[in-house]
């Protein structure tokens, strides 16, 4: 049983910095890729930001030079530090990570969100 589990959204003014978490648990032999995504009421789910497995990483136009991905794999988290924050970034995060549960099997896992809220 693998879980992701982010944390670290919150209300913040504009101009403001968050960081977001994503912790992976459970019967876990190695993660690859991992991304960010957000959905608001008035857009469909997209992407952020994504860091594979050996540290590349690529973002989402909207999140370009304000938003950072990072990975620690020795505690299965992967980070999403948010600067210069807008209004327009108010939505649910979520993290997907693509894990390797056994040694022929990969599943892709979902995070339940957390709320990032940017007031103007």
């Known amino acids: 049983q693998v879980q992701l589990v982010e944390s670290g959204g919150g209300l913040v003014q504009a101009g403001g910095s968050l960081r977001l978490s994503c912790a992976a648990s459970?019967?876990?032999?190695?993660?690859?890729?991992v991304g960010w995504y957000r959905q608001s009421p008035r857009n469909e789910r997209e992407l952020v930001a994504r860091?594979?497995?050996?540290?590349?990483?690529n973002y989402a136009d909207s999140a370009k030079g304000r938003f950072t991905i990072s990975r620690d794999n020795a505690k299965n988290t992967v980070y999403l530090h948010m600067n210069s924050l807008k209004p327009e970034d108010t939505a649910v995060y979520y993290c997907?990570?693509?894990?390797?549960?056994?040694?022929?099997?990969?599943?892709?896992?979902w995070g339940q969100g957390t709320q990032v809220t940017v007031s103007a």
């Open positions: 997907n990570a693509d894990i390797r549960v056994a040694a022929l099997k990969r599943s892709v896992y």
């Open positions: 459970g019967s876990i032999l190695g993660i690859n890729a």
């Open positions: 860091i594979g497995s050996g540290g590349m990483t």
